[in-house]
């Protein structure tokens, strides 16, 4: 049993005291002008803190600990194993998020066995390109946090500048104090954190916004976990800007961007996921599209892939819907090359004057 009574998480371990305590702080009030995007856990995900259904201190017997079991109650490892199921390539970022789940279980079984513990720091800070995975990885890490009982809802609320910074004096903590609020719980995703602070206008807002950001880092770090996203050079000014955030982050993890291969293993994944063939023109005409587009501005890895099917799609639709012929399944399912060929990534104008655009 944990010291005091309480989990290693600062919670208590009676579910009464922790009903009682829930209901000492009562509901917050919400503003109505949050713009952010809340993600829920999983439909199958036990409602509550995972701690409630979980007996750890079942896990410790005789003076040893079974890891497996607490990885298996949990379904930890469903997590993990979605992670190298669902997201191609990211060996690195995988690896690291097998670290943090494994400090987390060994964590629990010290707190169960009676040994001195302190919950582990959770902040995180993810750095790469647009579309390499990031907020995906936020999310499987909010289940592992709830699943093992770190936070109690296991949900993602999604962020940027404008839903934490007002728009003139007085405005910007409240608004970003009730988006804690909200995110209290589970996981406070900021992307491209680093347009909080802004050298260039004195007059600036962000500033005040960081300041409560900092302060709940610290004073609700037991149930709130903040994950702040971007590139990494701009990430790395902006800590060094502020260095009272860098040193609250825990885990820095870079997500590197995907080589053409990897690429079209996403590519792979949406067709089949959508019940989609390539043909094998198809195939070929992709593969060339995913290298010249790469080469364009604006290119945004598994966002701009996914952009590009949906493109392909629509013009399959277009081309079948023309057809004077009867379909068969086979239609219905297969993109051709030309679905691929007329995108504008094959313009040669558009070659020599690159729009950006996922066309």
């Known amino acids: 049993m944990s010291p005091r009574g309480l989990d290693t998480t600062g919670r208590p371990l009676d579910p009464e005291a922790r009903a009682a305590a829930a209901r000492d702080r009562g509901s917050p009030s919400f503003a109505d002008d949050f713009g952010g995007t809340v993600v829920r856990p999983a439909k199958d995900a036990r409602a509550g803190s995972a701690v409630e259904s979980i007996d750890f201190s079942a896990a410790v017997s005789n003076g040893t600990a079974d890891v497996q079991a607490v990885v298996s109650e949990s379904r930890v490892h469903e997590v993990l194993e979605e992670l190298e199921r669902d997201l191609v390539g990211l060996d690195s970022v995988k690896q690291h998020i097998r670290e943090i789940a494994a400090l987390l279980v060994i964590d629990r079984l010290r707190g169960e066995m009676g040994l001195a513990t302190e919950r582990p720091t959770l902040h995180m800070s993810f750095t790469g390109s647009p579309g390499t995975g990031k907020t995906t990885v936020a999310l499987r890490m909010a289940r592992i946090l709830h699943r093992l009982g770190y936070i109690e809802r296991g949900h993602l609320i999604s962020v940027t500048r404008d839903d934490l910074v007002g728009q003139y004096v007085g405005h910007t903590a409240p608004k970003t104090k009730d988006l804690v609020k909200r995110a209290l719980g589970g996981v406070l995703f900021i992307d491209e954190a680093y347009y909080l602070h802004r050298t260039d206008n004195e007059r600036d807002y962000g500033p005040e916004a960081i300041e409560v950001l900092l302060q709940v880092m610290e ?23 502020n260095p009272g955030m860098g040193s609250r982050i825990a885990h820095h993890i870079d997500f590197p961007a995907y080589s053409l291969d990897e690429l079209l293993q996403i590519a792979d994944l949406m067709v089949e996921r959508q019940a989609y063939e390539l043909s094998p023109d198809a195939r070929a005409a992709l593969r060339e599209y995913v290298a010249r587009r790469t080469r364009q501005p604006r290119f945004a890895n598994g966002r701009s892939i996914r952009n590009a099917i949906d493109r392909a799609r629509l013009r399959q639709a277009s081309r079948l819907f023309d057809s004077a012929r009867k379909l068969d399944r086979r239609d219905l399912v297969t993109i051709e090359a030309a679905d691929i060929l007329m995108s504008s990534v094959f313009d040669e104008q558009a070659e020599a004057v690159p729009s950006g655009g996922d066309n």
Do not use: K
Not at 232 to 240: A, L, Q, T
């Open 219 to 241: 004073s609700e770090r037991h149930n709130l976990v903040i994950v702040m996203a971007g590139y990494g050079d701009r990430m790395e000014e902006f800590f060094r800007a």
